[in-house]
């Protein structure tokens, strides 16, 4: 049965991933549009995370209050909202609320999904199922590159904005008539946490595991976003560059598995996050330098599926049962600041540098960065574990 829910919750989170990259899929068609230039188009996709700075926190508590479907079903609705509100944008403000009401959706569903999977997989292979339910924000990702690019062509991007509409509706429909909790779950009531709380050892882990979340995962995007231009700038069309680049997320989600077994079962289990955070690094830089692009893009994704369900594993893994859902908030709080924060840099670093090759180097180094967070983690982990004497 946790399987059949594990899947459930995977085609839940590819609607992340389609609202969050319809917008880097289809900025060469949306920025004429719109009349923005880069830095606009850079902020739209920062803010799309803004709602996550103020709901990721009590999204774990309302679940307890509202019911893990409910809320889920209603975050996939905002989803939907938000993608139909952008579609009809023909300013930067509308366009500015539909991302904004999008990222409200994907705000507490990020939060939701996690605690599921936590909820279903917490006593075996943790690791393994959040990276293979993660596989569908790569998933999501790559049909946005691959697909979005060539309706905008045909038709019109607004198209494929209507196309993420439907699938979000259906599949709260979806989740709604088939989502179930596990048998004989508890959900405890919890109030919202005091500043004493924000102090103790749950939140100066799960701080130091979003930050490491967010360099990998802006990282990607920055390359996904930036790469097919600096592709298309050596006489490629925008549909086939965005097709090779998007090797790199089909590549990934076959090797993200991979990295959730290895952390389950290696003795050093923050190696191959490790690892895999440098070899992406590495072989982006490659592209971004000239080499084969297909190859790079192929490498890149061979290195770049082996850290997510490590990483996502950090704040459940080191938190009481009872603390989960406020771990997991709180991680993600971290998340959506910096990944706000981040990403509007970069929109503004293409537009100082007016350089794609700047850019996509950004995002590859904060890929490496990932590798260097680790270093305070495990230090931190090891200082916050309690004493012998404590903890009889």
């Given at each position: 049965m946790r399987w059949f829910i594990l899947a459930i919750l995977f085609i839940a989170r590819t609607c992340m991933a389609l609202e969050f990259q319809m917008l880097g899929a289809l900025m060469p068609f949306a920025r004429l549009d719109l009349n923005s230039d880069y830095a606009a188009m850079g902020q739209l996709m920062g803010l799309f995370m803004l709602p996550g700075i103020v709901m990721a926190l009590p999204a774990g508590m309302l679940s307890s209050r509202f019911g893990l479907k409910r809320l889920a079903v209603f975050s996939l609705l905002l989803l939907a909202g938000g993608s139909?509100?952008?579609?009809?944008?023909?300013?930067?403000?509308?366009?500015?609320?539909?991302?904004?009401l999008g990222g409200a959706g994907n705000a507490v569903l990020s939060v939701l999904v996690s605690a599921m999977v936590a909820e279903w997989f917490r006593d075996r292979e943790l690791s393994t199922a959040l990276s293979i339910v993660f596989i569908s924000w790569q998933f999501g990702l790559a049909v946005a590159l691959a697909l979005?690019?060539?309706?905008?062509?045909?038709?019109?991007?607004r198209w494929a904005c209507h196309l993420t509409t439907l699938v979000c509706l259906t599949v709260a429909v979806?989740?709604?008539?088939?989502?179930?909790?596990?048998?004989?779950?508890?959900?405890?009531?919890?109030?919202?946490?005091?500043?004493?709380?924000?102090?103790?050892?749950?939140?100066?882990l799960p701080t130091l595991a979003g930050i490491i979340w967010t360099a990998y995962n802006v990282g990607q995007v920055i390359f996904l976003t930036y790469a097919p231009a600096l592709l298309a700038s050596t006489g490629m069309s925008v549909t086939e560059a965005s097709g090779t680049v998007s090797l790199?997320?089909?590549?990934?989600?076959?090797?993200?598995?991979?990295?959730?077994?290895?952390?389950?079962?290696?003795?050093w289990p923050l190696l191959p996050v490790a690892v895999g955070s440098l070899g992406a690094a590495a072989a982006g830089t490659a592209f971004s330098l000239g080499a084969p692009p297909v190859a790079s893009c192929i490498i890149a994704g061979l290195f770049l599926g082996l850290p997510a369900g490590g990483i996502l594993a950090l704040p459940a893994?080191?938190?009481?049962?009872?603390?989960?859902?406020?771990?997991?908030?709180?991680?993600?709080?971290?998340?959506?600041?910096?990944?706000?924060?981040?990403?509007?840099?970069a929109g503004l670093i293409r537009d100082r540098t007016g350089s794609d090759l700047v850019t996509v180097e950004f995002g590859c180094a904060l890929l490496a960065l990932v590798a260097i967070g680790l270093i305070p983690f495990e230090l931190a982990r090891r200082a916050l574990r309690p004493s012998p004497a404590i903890a009889a």
């Open positions: 139909a509100l952008f579609s009809v944008s023909h300013d930067y403000g509308t366009a500015l609320a539909g991302r904004l979005f690019p060539a309706i905008a062509e045909a038709a019109s991007w979806l989740v709604g008539l088939t989502y179930r909790s596990p048998s004989g779950t508890v959900v405890a009531r919890r109030s919202m946490p005091s500043l004493r709380l924000i102090l103790r050892r749950q939140s100066i790199t997320v089909w590549v990934t989600m076959a090797t993200m598995p991979l990295g959730g077994l290895l952390t389950d079962r290696f003795r893994r080191h938190a009481d049962p009872a603390d989960t859902a406020w771990s997991l908030g709180w991680f993600m709080t971290v998340f959506y600041i910096l990944m706000t924060l981040i990403q509007m840099m």
